[in-house]
């Protein structure tokens, strides 16, 4: 594997000053640039550009800059899964543990909304694997695995409403990771969220409280290949159990859709790439022709994000469901 000859390294430059459409560095500095050259940073989550023009004025050289593809800059790439022998750096992420107690979620006239108790855990391994062939994306794959527990107690007190808010509980600072292809460094950066995704459907007011907990070994996230094109990668073992602590006999027409999940973002030089999510997933409804409610919990999986690698040929994947492992209550 090797990269193009116009790829310029730019290493050990601290006084570069980095704009979305500009990379200026010292006139002193040992580099030769000329425009329709590639230039890579592993400074902060790193850069992959093309230098558009090239000016010296004041003691620093200015070049006008726009984003570049991995595959202009090597024709031939692979990047390794990290659980393939041979790849330097291992993406075990650190222990996600968090916990919340009387958190409110949503307070308004339609909605009011209380994460009475809820916690996740989740040793998270993500696994990255791209390959590039003549210039064109062959192959690429995203996982994320572990043994994952999660619990959630949630309150509502709903009226005549129809929403869905996504809430972000908790992030990570970001990991970084480099790897060496051929003479260009790799810059990859994983973050780590916990986020609720709350939807809810009522006729008439009323009071719910739903109370589940969730046990799941898994692995999910999706595979792209030139032949295929995008493809899930599912596989789960769930223990649930959920309890319908309370719910108000005066709604005429109920429900809940509440998922919470630990999600794993992807960056390649900073550029937004894949996500994978999953976490414990709790359903109610009411059957508008009994009366009675049901409850389900489980484990749910998703997978998607703004896959486009730059000017590669691929197309954005829409979002994908991996997996929705649910177990009935009542």
């Known amino acids: 594997m090797s990269s193009e000859p116009r790829v310029v390294v730019l290493a050990d ?19 030769d640039i000329t ?33 570049a593809g991995l595959d202009e800059a090597v024709p031939e790439a692979h990047v390794e899964g990290s659980f393939r022998a041979g790849k330097g750096d291992a993406y075990q992420l650190p222990y996600i543990a968090v916990a919340f107690a009387d958190k409110q979620l949503v307070n308004n006239d339609k909605l009011t909304a209380r994460l009475v108790n809820g916690s996740l855990s989740f040793m998270p391994e993500v696994d990255l694997d ?31 409403v129809e929403v869905g808010p996504d809430i972000t509980l908790w992030s990570s600072p970001p990991a970084i990771f480099y790897q060496q292809v051929g003479a260009l460094p790799v810059v990859e950066t994983v973050t780590t969220s916990v986020t609720l995704k709350l939807q809810a459907v009522a006729r008439g007011a009323g009071h719910v409280r739903i109370d589940a907990s969730a046990l799941a070994n898994l692995a999910g996230g999706i595979r792209y290949t030139s032949a ?18 309370d719910a108000s006999a005066t709604l005429k027409q109920l429900g809940i859709d509440a ?47 703004a896959l486009k690698l730059w000017h590669m040929t691929v197309p954005v994947t829409p979002q994908l469901q991996l997996f929705d492992e649910m177990r009935p209550i009542f």
């Open 13 to 31: 430059m601290p006084d570069l000053v980095v704009t979305t459409d500009s990379v200026t560095i010292p006139r002193a500095a040992d580099v």
């Open 35 to 67: 425009a329709g050259d590639i230039i890579v940073s592993t400074m902060g989550e790193g850069f992959l550009r093309s230098v558009d023009r090239v000016e010296q004025s004041d003691g620093v050289i200015v070049l006008t800059t726009s984003d």
């Open 130 to 160: 791209l390959k590039v062939e003549n210039h064109r994306l062959e192959e690429m794959a995203l996982v994320m695995r572990g043994r994952l527990e999660g619990a959630l107690d949630l309150e509502l007190d709903v009226h005549e």
């Open 228 to 245: 295929a094109g995008w493809e899930p990668i599912a596989d789960v073992n769930v223990d649930a159990s959920s309890a319908l602590a």
């Open 259 to 305: 998922w919470l999940a630990v999600r794993a973002d992807v960056r390649l030089y900073g550029v937004a790439g894949p996500f994978v999510a999953a976490g414990p997933h709790v359903e109610v409804v009411r059957d508008l022709a009994t009366g009675d409610f049901h409850a389900g919990v489980g484990v749910e999986g998703r997978a998607g994000g």
